[in-house]
């Protein structure tokens, strides 16, 4: 007769367990949310302004800083594809890609530690990002940029969050490396060991 073999429990869907998690995690989503809401926040007024005062192609400056026209300047143009005009014609991947970007800031961030200021900050950078285009491909299917500087692709606000936040994450994984072989090269000098007291020291003292 076969022995009878151990049910195992089935993981059931857990409001409780979720409202709880939350709960605990309260501030850090507070803080992701209030650095990328006002970076997306930004992103999407910018990206009105052009809109609606500058016709697609055409480039703009206030006067006082028409000096600046061969170098940077203001171009309403739109991008189809990935940061900085790469990869056009692909909507819908990139859409794609955003929300499981968005999802996994989402899972990850309250899971690094808090005293890690470099990566939190990459990752709040990355997720605004990521947010700012994302509300451009899900209402126009298209995202607006207007930074145009040299011959560089033409960028947005979102864009440029992103590129920084990589910069911060790479700095940062830069300064703990360095500070973790400080700490590795010093070598604990060795206490010298005091001499024992003779027989006769310790019965005189």
């Known amino acids: 007769m076969e022995s009878p073999q151990p049910t195992v429990p089935v993981?059931?869907?857990n409001v409780g367990a979720i409202?709880?998690?939350l709960k605990d995690h309260a501030m850090d989503y507070l803080i992701l949310f209030l650095i990328a809401g006002i970076i997306i926040g930004?992103?999407?007024?910018?990206k009105a302004l052009v809109r609606a005062n500058i016709p697609l192609g055409t480039e703009w400056l206030p006067g006082w800083l028409s000096w600046l026209m061969p170098y940077a300047r203001i171009r309403h143009w739109y991008?189809?594809?990935a940061a900085f005009g790469i990869f056009?014609?692909?909507n819908l991947v990139f859409t794609t890609l955003a929300i499981i970007v968005i999802l996994l800031e989402l899972y990850y961030y309250p899971r690094t530690e808090r005293n890690d200021w470099?990566?939190?900050a990459a990752m709040a950078l990355q997720f605004a990002g990521a947010g700012g285009n994302l509300v451009d491909r899900l209402y126009f299917k298209q995202v607006t940029d207007f930074i145009s500087v040299g011959n560089f692709a033409i960028f947005n606000v979102a864009d440029a969050?992103?590129?920084v936040g990589v910069?911060?994450?790479l700095l940062g994984v830069w300064l703990k490396e360095r500070s973790e072989k400080k700490r590795a090269g010093k070598v604990a000098l060795p206490q010298e060991e005091l001499p024992v007291p003779g027989k006769d020291e310790a019965q005189g003292g």
């Open 88 to 90: 056009q014609n692909g």
């Open 161 to 163: 969050s992103i590129s």
């Open 19 to 21: 409202f709880n998690y």
């Open 11 to 13: 993981k059931r869907f």
């Open 118 to 120: 470099w990566l939190r």
């Open 79 to 81: 991008n189809s594809g």
């Open 42 to 46: 930004f992103d999407q007024w910018t």
């Open 167 to 169: 910069v911060v994450l």
